[in-house]
């Protein structure tokens, strides 16, 4: 894998698009962390926005350059496949974004606060992995860091069940239980975008090893 890529260089540029676009995913959750942290009630999504936006150019020049470059260092399926798993993460990140903006009267920030802990981690992981593809990494030391992935993924899993029986005890404004749903929901996909591109990042070097 990484022989090709020192003998035809210009397919290294893949490597550092793809690490571009995780570092604007991981840049898109710290932004929505920033968003519920200082919000008090004055919502702005434009740094959320800007996130997504520079994912979308990432993905469109990915697609440009595979189109122009004969040999890469990754199977072309692979990097379509990697780079679009990283642009559902920003692009998700904007929804909940969307969303709270919409319903952030019914619901408080610290709400939020045990799942978005969970997505920054993920996120960073997610940043690692990547970054690790351009330097032919062993198996082992993918599959800890998406053993990692794994474990964020089922704390936010449990989480989940806990909002729900809260939601679901009756005790809730049937209105603000709907907003809560909705927004737990989200950020639960937008840690499933996560442990998706962890996936895929795994799958590549698997196949390469």
Excluded: W
Excluded at 57 to 83: G, P, Q, Y
Excluded at 175 to 187: E, G, P, W
Aim: hydrophobic fraction near 45%; proline fraction near 2%.
């Amino acid at each position: 894998m990484i022989s090709l890529a020192k003998l035809f260089g210009r397919s290294d540029r893949f490597f550092e698009l793809l690490a571009a676009s995780a570092k604007s995913a991981n840049q898109s959750i710290e932004a929505l962390a920033r968003l519920l942290k200082e919000s008090n009630g004055n919502v702005s999504l434009a740094e959320l926005a800007v996130a997504r936006r520079n994912e979308k150019k990432n993905a469109e020049t990915i697609s440009e350059e595979l189109v122009m470059v004969f040999v890469t260092a990754l199977e072309r399926e692979d990097i379509e496949a990697l780079s679009r798993a990283l642009y559902r993460i920003p692009k998700t990140v904007e929804k909940f974004g969307e969303r709270y903006g919409i319903m952030h009267h019914l619901v408080k920030p610290e709400d939020f606060a045990p799942q978005m802990a969970i997505a920054q981690e993920a996120s960073s992981v997610v940043v690692r992995m990547v970054d690790m593809l351009a330097k032919n990494p062993k198996l082992e030391d993918i599959k800890a860091e998406n053993d990692k992935m794994q474990e964020l993924e089922s704390r936010a899993d449990q989480l989940v069940l806990g909002y729900l029986k809260e939601i679901y005890s009756g005790r809730m404004d049937p209105i603000k239980a709907m907003a809560m749903r909705d927004l737990y929901d989200l950020l639960e996909k937008v840690i499933d975008r996560c442990r998706d591109a962890g996936n895929v990042v795994t799958q590549i070097v698997l196949k390469n090893s």
